[in-house]
């Protein structure tokens, strides 16, 4: 994980070691926690004994802790599940700041679903992952969820007090907390479970077998709400709706990794990636914002990580595949190798996407448990505003959605790239009606005149209509070129549109009205 623990701009990071326990991975312990300083390479603190050994290292699913400024201080905290604890830690020293026991497995492992051998292993819950929501409606996410291996969630505040907890058929990997509802409170999905923020079950899919192996959420397709992209293993790739309609599935290979960013740019929305993992393994495929398939192909490697690279800073994303010098790289949205790592040593056991340096790119570190390598690029940035600077969010998730601004923004912002209305479209003048805003621009001697485009959220616009279309309102024949119609402006008054406008060499300024655009 990587943080800033000792506040301010230093990037950290925290490398766990575990122990396996009873059964391959699935009550792995973490045994060694290690926070390094980006820069220096230089040991902050380390809780536990480290080992050199690669059971020590190499792990299947996911170790339970975050990193995360739980109490809002300015200095991130590590939360983590170890020994049968749940605990937050002190980001700067390594320190225990709080601790709660894990539940009691009060209910036979027979009577839940996934538990290995339908038999716990332990008597106290042996945590699988830990992730951050905010069921209470804070002003920022400080509620810690943890969960099991597949079965159970329990919801803790910032304080480890008890808020909820939920068990209904299959909880899958890494639920995602979300103001579905607008109500200032996350929602959870988990696997295929809608939960409300106060722990009850608001509807489920209609799928009984397997589980979601990743989920993100967001404005996908600009003609629709935020959606729910996942990818649940033989079930297949899914877009749902809010209210648990399954809008698109594709069944194509056991799913296990999905992203979405902007991989197509003359495609309107974000592109959808993801990936297969058991049998037929590494399948990459990218699909529009309505889930149908662009393009699929097979790398040669299984395991890619598919996350979104703003590489050169102008908002177009590419794909991270991984670290290996034959096999890695990065894809554009064609499915083009553009990228590839140099052969110089580097690891590529791991890898993640991080914008360390500030500027408008991304830059991609490469680490395994004993070394690290940072990639930029070999030319400064061109890019020089910040309009568009694409981040992990929430970056207390790892989920794969580039969304704009600063790490303190969350998942209801949208995503952008200028300009958002491409081609000839000068003297813009904008207007609202209740949620729909209508623009106009200068049309000159182009015919039919004044174009007016639509918009739900300013960033996406579609053409609605021209407000000149008749010989009777105005004659350009006669026009020289850039001359004609001059500077628009667009107002709605009691359920009526009104545009004035100049003919610059005849009529001088005039004014048009309709009820509607188009």
Same mark, same amino acid.
């Given at each position: 994980?990587?943080g800033?623990l000792m506040?301010?701009?230093d990037?950290y990071?925290?490398?766990a070691?575990?122990?396996?326990r ?7 312990n ?21 080992s050199?050994?690669k059971?020590n290292?190499n792990?299947?699913?996911d170790?339970p ?5 739980i109490d809002g201080?300015?200095?991130d905290?590590?939360?983590m ?11 700067r020293?390594?320190?225990?700041r ?9 209910i ?11 038999k716990h ?20 996410p ?17 304080n ?12 899958g990997?890494?639920?995602?907390g ?7 409170k #996350? &929602?959870?999905?988990?696997c295929y479970?809608m939960? =409300?923020?106060? *722990?009850?079950? $608001?509807?489920t899919?209609?799928?009984? /077998?397997?589980?979601t192996d990743e989920?993100i959420?967001?404005?996908?397709d600009p #003609? &629709? ?7 649940? =293993?033989?079930? *297949?790739?899914? $877009? ?5 309609n /399954? ?6 290979g056991?799913g296990q ?15 959808i ?10 399948i ?7 889930g149908n398939?662009?393009?699929?192909m097979?790398?040669?490697s ?7 690279v ?8 590419l794909?991270l ?7 890695g790289g ?6 083009d190798?553009v990228?590839t790592?140099?052969d110089?040593?580097h690891p590529d ?7 360390m340096?500030?500027?408008a790119?991304?830059e991609i ?6 070394r690290m390598?940072?990639?930029t690029q070999?030319?400064?940035c061109?890019?020089?505003d910040?309009?568009?600077i694409p981040?992990?969010?929430?970056p207390?998730?790892g989920?794969?959605?580039?969304l ?6 969350q ?7 200028n ?9 813009p ?16 001697t ?11 959220n300013?960033?996406?616009w ?13 004659r350009l ?20 549109f009104?545009?004035i ?9 005039f004014i048009?009205h ?5």
């Amino acid at each position: 994980r990587f943080g800033h623990l000792m506040g301010g701009d230093d990037w950290y990071f925290v490398m766990a070691q575990h122990q396996k326990r009873v059964h391959k991975d699935r009550y792995s312990n973490i045994s060694c926690l290690t926070a390094v300083n980006m820069d220096t390479g230089e040991i902050l603190w380390q809780v536990g004994e480290p080992s050199g050994l690669k059971e020590n290292q190499n792990v299947t699913a996911d170790l339970p802790f975050q990193v995360y400024d739980i109490d809002g201080d300015g200095y991130d905290e590590v939360i983590m599940a170890r020994d049968f604890k749940l605990m937050v830690l002190d980001g700067r020293t390594g320190e225990v700041r709080k601790w709660i026991h894990t539940p009691m497995n009060e209910i036979p492992g027979d009577q839940l679903l996934g538990i290995e051998f339908q038999k716990h292993g332990f008597d106290r819950l042996n945590v699988d992952a830990v992730r951050i929501v905010n069921v209470s409606g804070n002003e920022r996410p400080s509620d810690i969820l943890i969960k099991d291996r597949y079965s159970r969630l329990w919801v803790y505040n910032s304080n480890l007090e008890l808020l909820w907890k939920f068990n209904y058929k299959n909880t899958g990997h890494f639920p995602y907390g979300y103001d579905f509802n607008g109500d200032g409170k #996350d &929602e959870i999905f988990s696997c295929y479970n809608m939960i =409300g923020s106060d *722990g009850n079950l $608001i509807w489920t899919l209609p799928i009984e /077998i397997d589980h979601t192996d990743e989920i993100i959420v967001g404005k996908f397709d600009p #003609d &629709e709400d935020e959606m729910i992209a996942m990818v649940s =293993g033989w079930e *297949g790739f899914m $877009i749902v709706d809010k209210q648990g309609n /399954i809008r698109h599935r594709d069944l194509n290979g056991h799913g296990q990794r999905i992203s979405a960013a902007n991989y197509c740019p003359d495609r309107r929305g974000l592109e959808i990636c993801t990936t297969t993992y058991w049998e037929y393994q590494g399948i990459i495929y990218l699909h529009d914002c309505k889930g149908n398939e662009l393009w699929h192909m097979e790398p040669g490697s299984n395991g890619n990580i598919i996350a979104p690279v703003n590489w050169q800073g102008d908002g177009t994303e590419l794909i991270l595949l991984n670290g290996n010098i034959k096999y890695g790289g990065m894809l554009d949205g064609d499915g083009d190798v553009v990228v590839t790592f140099p052969d110089d040593g580097h690891p590529d056991l791991c890898a993640e996407v991080i914008n360390m340096t500030g500027d408008a790119r991304d830059e991609i570190v490469l680490w395994d448990a004993g070394r690290m390598f940072i990639y930029t690029q070999d030319r400064p940035c061109a890019i020089k505003d910040r309009e568009y600077i694409p981040i992990i969010i929430p970056p207390i998730t790892g989920e794969n959605i580039p969304l704009p601004g600063g790490p303190g923004e969350q998942g209801r912002n949208m995503r952008y790239r200028n300009p958002v209305l491409r081609g000839f479209h000068p003297d813009p003048s904008i207007c609202r009606v209740e949620e729909d805003f209508y623009m106009a621009t200068s049309s000159f001697t182009y015919w039919p005149g004044v174009p007016v485009f639509h918009s739900r959220n300013l960033t996406d616009w579609s053409l609605a209509g021209h407000c000149l279309t008749r010989d009777s309102q105005v004659r350009l024949e006669e026009r020289r070129s850039s001359r004609g119609i001059f500077a628009p402006t667009l107002r709605h008054h009691e359920g009526r549109f009104y545009m004035i406008t100049t003919d610059v060499d005849g009529i001088g300024n005039f004014i048009v009205h309709s009820p509607s655009i188009g």
